[in-house]
């Protein structure tokens, strides 16, 4: 199976600390838990939720078990770095959701204040922190309020936006 893993430089997990080998497996120690044990990566639906500095294409293997925001297997490799990420892509991604957050603020005055922390987060390259406040002020243009279902689903049809986004935009796909 075909999926994805956000890594901090030198193929490092951001959690975890581990430094994915450049060749060869990876294989879980004991039963697959999410958070706990196994070989997490992602669907390019849950992306958003894990914005880093380098995305790798991984191949799973063996056992494969499904949570709400990631995919975890008894086995993995890295394929390859998904180069355009790293080279213009994760700017372009920020700068997109500031632009979509001063357009939802202009309909809620309320965030109106986040517009101007998007800019400044993906400005400052924080490509994670544009895109979370794009979700966050998603949801509550689309609920007028900050929390509750509507808010959630605005929130997450926020972040299904950004994860079409980041398909077109690199050609991602998982099988």
Not at 26 to 52: K, M, Q, S, T, Y
Not at 88 to 111: I, Q, Y
Request: net charge neutral; charged share 25%; hydrophobic share 45%.
């Amino acid at each position: 199976m075909r999926a994805y893993k956000f890594l901090s430089g030198g193929r490092r997990a951001p959690i975890t600390g581990f430094r994915w080998p450049e060749s060869g497996w990876v294989e879980a120690n004991g039963p697959l838990e999410h958070c706990r044990c196994g070989v997490h990566a992602c669907r390019v639906e849950h992306l958003p939720h894990w914005i880093g500095p380098e995305l790798w294409e991984l191949e799973l293997d063996g056992e494969v078990i499904e949570a709400a925001d990631a995919v975890i297997a008894s086995r993995g490799r890295l394929v390859r770095r998904v180069d355009e990420w790293s080279a213009g892509a994760a700017k372009d991604f920020a700068e997109t959701c500031a632009r979509r957050v001063n357009a939802l603020a202009s309909g809620a005055p309320s965030a109106a204040e986040r517009a101007a922390d998007a800019a400044v987060s993906a400005a400052q390259g924080w490509v994670s922190a544009a895109a979370y406040i794009a979700a966050v002020v998603a949801g509550e243009a689309g609920s007028e309020s900050r929390r509750g279902a509507a808010y959630q689903h605005h929130f997450l049809a926020e972040r299904a936006r950004q994860a079409r986004w980041l398909h077109d935009r690199l050609g991602l796909t998982d099988t």
